[in-house]
């Protein structure tokens, strides 16, 4: 299986550029649903500001609730952008090509949506900047060897690699709209966008090492920054988190989640914007490929944390897990996840659902819930049942958290809705390059 | 700042471009080479080596790394105090923060190095560019002084040049 349609350089520009025209009102109203919606956010989270933050679920013994799930699942989100930009950049996989811009473009909004949650379950979210490696007023710098340190390190360096790798790949794009703008603002804009991009070979031999570089250093920071957010957990002594296997265990499943958002996303985007000829269904079902794929890593990892609480003899661990597929409040997060994680992508192994793009399309959105339970279900459950019985408690969560959630994705979704405007939402350049070169003695 | 002089040739084929760079160099011309991809084909026709990107690259995940070694360092000496039992300098619980340092700075010096290998932010377009270079032409712009254009215009003709045009 191959790409099936070739284009040539000038089509391209054309049926690409089309998606930078004005949008119909379909757009104007999907802009105004989450711009609602991030606007309900908002007024939860002053709320939470004003009351403090008993207006959330979060209560001893469960300090940790939904907020922390949010960050860890938009991180996670995150990764498949990079997986796919840059991983899949080192190894020349062809198929990334005309995906990858929407994938970078994920996981830069995916960051900017996760790292707000960390702050946001500060409380007292003015004194975010006491995370900075910076001496407080007692002269006492910020603990290295804490694993929320390390993630303040991990998610920051993860989100401005991120940014610049994508901004990167857009210069070239940008030249191209520059070149072809009529209106006058859009064209001064990208003309400062595009830095004076002029297509040369000054330009495009440290260009070519400069991504190479770029991609080679988001290669192991893609891999680096799940495994650190897995630490956070893995660290503590807690039974169903302290586990070696959380690090390789979310690194599998962050480019699981990520590459069901990414077909998520790109099925109704490229049927928007009529770009089926270039996003093809094969593009599409070699993405579902590496689902099935991490998935099983996911699914391995499930059996592996149930064999190795039975094998280590350890009480504690052993009712950890059997507290999660069973207890009365939060099995049905276990067997939401179980059902989405562990079956609904086996059906992706047989060609005709993963060709069916709109069984293809259902596949994904059940990953996508089903990795957010998973979170729901690490986080919520070791807290709630800790090693003392004196201390176990619930956690629901309250309308403010509910609101939070919510928002993050609209939020999520406002970003891509402005990005899909004003910038390629297919990289150009790079979809040029798998086409057939323009070769004289073929011409001929 | 003086006004560039030269030809400008435009081509269609990668190859006839290719070829004609080839040409170029053996004729020791001063040349600029304009493509709406970065065709590594085109890269090794122009034979250039490869770009002083990497050592920009080099010197930042060196001092990504040794920044998160003295930052460590310093921190935990300036204002000693025990946490969790362990050494002042708890190199494996460290070993984080000297990575994401070392991709950080890898990755700032890295695009630091391509803008000034490329020359970014000079937005004034040249005479010899052509808003056709970013959609599905390519061309040589060869460097001359204007006594010399027309036998390098008939140079560029015989290699298969679709269009010339006298620059500057």
């Known amino acids: 299986m191959s790409q099936t349609n070739t284009h040539t350089y000038s089509s391209l520009n054309r049926d690409i550029l089309a998606t930078l025209r004005r949008p119909g009102p379909l757009y104007f109203v999907a802009l105004a649903f989450v711009l609602c919606g991030v606007a309900l956010g908002g007024y939860a989270l002053s709320e939470q500001i004003k009351w403090g933050m008993g207006v959330d679920g979060l209560s001893h013994p469960v300090m940790w609730g939904v907020y922390i799930v949010n960050f860890v699942f938009w991180v996670g989100i995150a990764h498949s952008g990079t ?44 004194l975010f900047y006491w995370l900075m490696p910076y001496p ?55 003309t400062v966008l595009s830095l004076g991009w002029k297509n040369s070979w000054t330009q495009w031999r440290p260009y070519n090492a400069a991504y190479m570089f770029m991609a080679s250093l988001a290669f192991p920071l893609v891999l680096s920054v799940h495994s650190v957010v897995s630490w956070d957990f893995a660290m503590s002594i807690e039974p169903g988190w302290h586990s070696t296997i959380f690090a390789p265990y979310f690194v599998g499943g962050a480019i699981f989640s990520g590459l069901a958002m990414v077909i998520t996303i790109m099925l109704p985007m490229r049927k928007i914007f009529k770009l089926e000829h270039v996003v093809e269904n094969y593009h599409m079902e070699s993405a ?17 944390e149930f064999f190795i609480a039975w094998y280590s003899g350890v009480r504690a661990e052993q009712q950890m897990f059997l507290y999660r597929a069973f207890n009365p409040e939060y099995a049905f ?20 659902i993963r060709s069916n793009m709109y069984t293809l399309w259902i596949v994904t959105i059940f990953v996508n819930i089903g990795m957010w339970f998973e979170r729901f279900n690490i986080v919520a459950s070791t807290l709630s049942h800790d090693y003392d019985p004196a201390v176990w408690g619930t956690y629901s969560p309250s309308w403010v958290e509910g609101a939070i959630t919510i928002a993050s994705f609209c939020w999520f979704f406002m970003w891509f809705l402005l990005f899909a405007k004003q910038l390629p939402a297919v990289a150009i350049v790079e979809v040029k390059e798998i086409q057939p070169k323009p070769l004289a003695k073929e011409a001929n | 700042m003086a006004v560039e002089t030269g ?30 991809v970065p065709d590594h084909h085109i890269e090794h026709a122009m034979d250039k080596g490869p770009s002083s990107v990497r050592w920009f690259t080099l010197l930042g995940t060196t001092s990504g790394i040794s920044l998160g070694i003295l930052l460590t360092w310093w921190v935990n000496y300036n204002w000693p105090i025990i946490t969790a039992g362990k050494p002042y300098m708890s190199i494996p619980a460290f070993i984080v ?54 036998s390098v215009t008939e140079t560029l003709k015989k290699l298969g040049a679709e269009e010339t045009r006298n620059v500057g």
């Open chain 2, 97 to 150: 923060i000297f990575f994401e340092l070392f991709i950080l700075l890898g990755a700032l010096f890295t695009l630091v190095g391509f803008g000034i290998n490329a020359r970014l932010l000079s937005f004034k377009m040249p005479e010899s560019y052509d808003p056709r270079f970013s959609e599905d032409k390519f061309g040589i712009f060869v460097r001359c002084p204007l006594d010399r254009q027309s």
């Open chain 1, 83 to 126: 997986l796919i930009s840059a991983v899949l950049f080192v190894f020349r996989v062809p198929w990334r090509n005309p995906i990858y811009r929407t994938a970078e473009a994920m996981t830069v909004f995916a960051v900017m949506t996760a790292g707000l949650f960390p702050l946001i379950h500060l409380g007292r979210i003015w």
């Open chain 2, 7 to 36: 030809v400008l040739s435009v081509y269609s084929y990668m190859d006839t471009l290719n070829d004609a760079i080839r040409e170029m160099n053996k004729l020791g011309e001063d040349y600029e080479v304009y493509s709406p």
């Open chain 1, 333 to 352: 997060g276990f067997w939401i996840m179980f059902l989405c994680n562990a079956l609904s992508p086996i059906a992706l192994a047989f060609k005709k």
């Open chain 1, 288 to 304: 579902a490929k590496m689902i099935v794929f991490t998935g099983s890593i996911v699914v391995y990892s499930y059996c592996t």
């Open chain 1, 136 to 190: 407080n007023p007692r002269q006492l710098w910020i603990n290295f060897r804490s694993p929320l340190i390390w993630d303040v390190f991990a998610v920051s360096t993860y989100g401005t690699v991120s940014a610049l790798f994508f901004f990167l790949g857009l210069i070239p794009d940008i030249a191209v709209a520059r070149d072809n703008e009529t209106n006058p603002i859009r064209k001064a804009v990208y």
